[in-house]
């Protein structure tokens, strides 16, 4: 086998093997998506390992972001995706060596780390390909309709007609989101709201704002997340469709929500895949809206990924969500050795959220 960048025409072979590791189709906008628009980055971010008949047997992609971690110029990381393997040849090297190809060609081109959530079944590979672990991401959950979810679960469709319990509960679960009474009595004006679904001039306009609240909110520790981050990400998202509610104020944007509406899933789930926010009520009004939203298209209920123990996880928690199914282990492969780990580390000011990777 030779490993070598991704040429045009493997693109075919990508999407069939897509489909035998995950037992699910790719579109082929939707690879385009992911990794044509970082085309002209001097980089190679796809590889691939082919035979001796030049037949792709393993894909390994990343795109890069740039990452702060402390006052010092932000450096070039890789967000991997698509690790894949033929069926036929796996457990014999190929894809150990596929992705140590990789990173050895990023490391020489001044790549510090390549940020990924491999998962239980890497196995010994996690030591092998040096896949150090920082911390974990953790689903929360929160019911928008548990009459129904309660019927599905029970097999008891006439619960689902119960749809007092879940107007109850919802009135209940807001209620820590809206703004005290005195708040609403001083005559401060309140944060504007804007939904956005597309990248349409109201959102252009933004751009400037939106990378000043990028350096304000990281507290010079995480991935960028201007404008162009933005726009990319969800905007212009092939593989799901969107909405990215922004809030704003006479200075600027204050904060913004990125979220979808998983139809595909058996159960129609609403899913939060980022959230910045400075303080409790810009995030609560975002939060709140979203939600709203959610509920006019019938999702059964929304999910999130936070840090245990973050702001994030305590705000969500005051909004009615609780722990819910599994979760990710965020890993890193340093391909420097002066890498400040005690930044990377730090699960509670180092900005990742699941929308980094391509879970949400």
Known sequence: MSVRPARAADLPSILALHEQTFGRPLHETAWRWKFARHAAHSIPLVWVAVDAQERLIGHYGAVPREIRLGKDSPLTAMTAFDGMTDARVRRQGVYTRLVRHAHEAWREAGVACVLGLP???????????????????????????PEALLARKLRVPFLGRLTAIGGLWNRLADRPLMPPVSDQAT?????TLAVHSGADAAFEALAESL??????????????????????????????????????????????LAWRFDRESPAPFGLIAETHAPTDAVHDALLLAAITAMRKQDALAVAALAVPGSVTDRR????????????????????????????????????????DFDVV
């Open 119 to 145: 998962n239980e079944q890497y196995g010994s590979r996690l030591q092998a390909l040096d896949w150090r672990l920082l911390f974990s991401l953790r689903w929360f959950l929160r019911p928008l309709r």
């Open 187 to 191: 005559g401060e004006p309140a944060a």
């Open 211 to 256: 990378n000043a609240l990028d350096r304000g909110l990281l507290d010079h520790s995480g991935l960028d997340r201007g404008s162009a981050w933005l726009t990319w990400r969800y905007l212009e998202s092939r593989p799901h469709r969107y909405q990215l509610h922004t809030a704003r104020n006479e200075q600027g944007v204050e904060g913004y």
């Open 316 to 355: 969500l928690r005051r909004a009615g969500f609780r722990f819910s199914w599994g979760s990710f282990d965020v890993r890193c492969v340093p391909l420097r050795d002066d890498l400040p780990w005690n930044r990377l580390q730090d699960r509670l000011r180092l900005a990742i959220a699941g929308g």
